[in-house]
């Protein structure tokens, strides 16, 4: 069994990132910029999304940009309900027009998805995480077997429909690593400060 730390260090609420994005380059450099983060909505100890990568400060401001459809080539789908966020219940099922806001389907929705990706933004927070490699393996890889075991729990413990897990859906079906079934994670919130919520690990975790 490898055993690995997913280590908390910054806890920001997404309205306030755009405006911090330079305090924050300035505070961690490029190494501390590499991990996993999670979004959760209206306080919820359950994350709404988990994503891994290289800058997550880039990452974020991507993801932001996304959802307010910023640029024509790369919008999210939004759903119409934010409040199901908190509980993952709008993705128990697959999606239709009359339930998520669907790029190139619903245009602009007379600005109503702009006005609901406000809405979304206000409530999230991102949560912030290093994840612990063993010396043997590289920390660049072994985050990505991380987000892959997290996900499947979620989906596992959930019910949600697959075709939300991974980039775009894209990698629906992909198989995990053997390494995967390896691993036993651990949070460690030590490192944050302020008011924050503790993520559900009997969903995650387990």
């Known amino acids: ?10 806890v920001i609420k997404a309205k306030n990132f755009v405006t911090q994005y330079d305090e924050l380059y300035a505070k961690y450099p490029t190494e501390a910029r590499r991990g996993i983060y999670f979004f959760t909505y209206a306080s919820s100890s359950i994350p709404y999304y988990i994503g891994v990568g290289e800058d997550i400060f880039d990452r974020l401001k ?15 789908w939004v759903t119409k309900f934010p409040e199901k966020l908190s509980s993952l219940s709008c993705f128990l099922d697959v999606a239709t027009p009359e339930t998520f806001y669907i ?3 619903n245009g602009d929705d007379d600005g109503r998805q702009k006005s609901v990706a406000e809405e979304i933004i ?3 927070e991102f949560l912030l995480a290093h994840v612990d490699a063993p010396n043997d393996l590289n920390v660049e890889n072994f985050k990505y077997n991380v987000e892959d075991l997290l996900q499947t729990n979620l989906i596992k413990n959930m019910g949600i429909q697959t075709t939300w897990v991974g ?3 894209r990698d629906i079906g992909k198989p995990l690593t053997a390494l995967v079934d390896e691993i036993k994670v ?7 400060v302020g008011n924050y919520q503790r993520l559900n690990e009997k969903l995650l975790l387990s």
């Open 1 to 10: 069994m490898i055993e690995t730390t997913v280590s908390f260090f910054e």
């Open 62 to 76: 991507s993801h932001l940009e996304n959802y307010r459809w910023e640029h024509k080539g790369n919008r999210y």
């Open 103 to 105: 790029p190139k389907r």
């Open 122 to 124: 206000n409530g999230t």
């Open 167 to 169: 980039d775009g859906g």
């Open 186 to 192: 651990r949070f460690d919130y030590g490192n944050l």
